[in-house]
T-cell receptor, first 114, second 113 residues
Framework: DTAVSQTPKYLVTQMGNDKSIKCEQN?????MYWYKQDSKKFLKIMFS???????INETVPNRFSPKSPDKAHLNLHINSLELGDSAVYFC?????????????FGQGTRLTVV | AQSVAQPEDQVNVAEGNPLTVKCTYS??????LFWYVQYPNRGLQFLLK??????LVKGSYGFEAEFNKSQTSFHLKKPSALVSDSALYFC???????????FGTGTRLQVFP
């Protein structure tokens, strides 16, 4: 069973298009995240949701809009894609409190904007 | 602001030798510290964590890390490196005020046969 799964794994699209990445976790975690990994492998948090409520919203363009229909799902919609959006996007989940707050990551979605 | 630093972009070690990947942190209060590994074209895998208790924590694949409060360090170690340990390693700290998991810049470990 895949703990954190995200789809698609690869996404190639043209500038200006709108695309979505889906994420689901079956770990019973109450918190989910989106991270962006750039070409230098730097990892930066974009958003965090706890029980469907937005708790972290970093300085991310408004073109990026997360949606959490329930606490097991956190999707990322991106409008008007730009070349600079090309990166690997990782979904993750964790418990928010307690001693077991390590995050578990999906396999990533490699987004290429052409 | 809470942060972690990984001073080495790359660490090279011969198979069978001990390895150390360095991490220092800057936090207020007691830190929650983590190590993750990323193999090529894969997601991050959790290796180990320090929350409280013993300063030496053991994790997956024979890795361990030592929490040193006076030196604000959390170095990752393994007594005998394997070629299959070659990967990108990330140190991270959880900011308990914001719940953010903040990552270091990563260290590429290369183990040579």
């Amino acid at each position: 069973d895949t703990a954190v799964s995200q789809t698609p794994k690869y996404l190639v699209t043209q500038m200006g298009n709108d695309k979505s990445i889906k994420c689901e976790q079956n770990l019973g975690h109450d918190t989910m995240y989106w991270y962006k990994q750039d070409s230098k492998k730097f990892l930066k948090i974009m958003f965090s949701y706890n029980n469907k409520e937005l708790i972290i919203n970093e300085t991310v363009p408004n073109r990026f809009s997360p949606k959490s229909p329930d606490k097991a799902h956190l999707n990322l919609h991106i409008n008007s894609l730009e070349l600079g959006d090309s990166a690997v996007y990782f979904c993750a989940s964790s418990h928010r409190q307690g001693k077991n707050t390590e995050a578990f990551f999906g396999q990533g979605t490699r987004l290429t904007v052409v | 602001a809470q942060s972690v630093a990984q001073p080495e972009d790359q660490v090279n070690v011969a198979e069978g030798n001990p390895l150390t990947v360095k991490c220092t942190y800057s936090v207020s209060g007691n830190p929650y510290l983590f190590w993750y590994v990323q193999y090529p074209n894969r997601g991050l895998q959790f290796l180990l964590k320090y929350i409280t208790g013993d300063n030496l924590v053991k994790g997956s694949y024979g890795f361990e890390a030592e929490f040193n409060k006076s030196q604000t360090s959390f170095h990752l170690k393994k007594p005998s490196a394997l070629v299959s340990d070659s990967a990108l390693y990330f140190c991270a700290v959880r900011d308990k005020n914001t719940d953010k998991l903040i990552f270091g810049t990563g260290t590429r470990l290369q183990v040579f046969p």
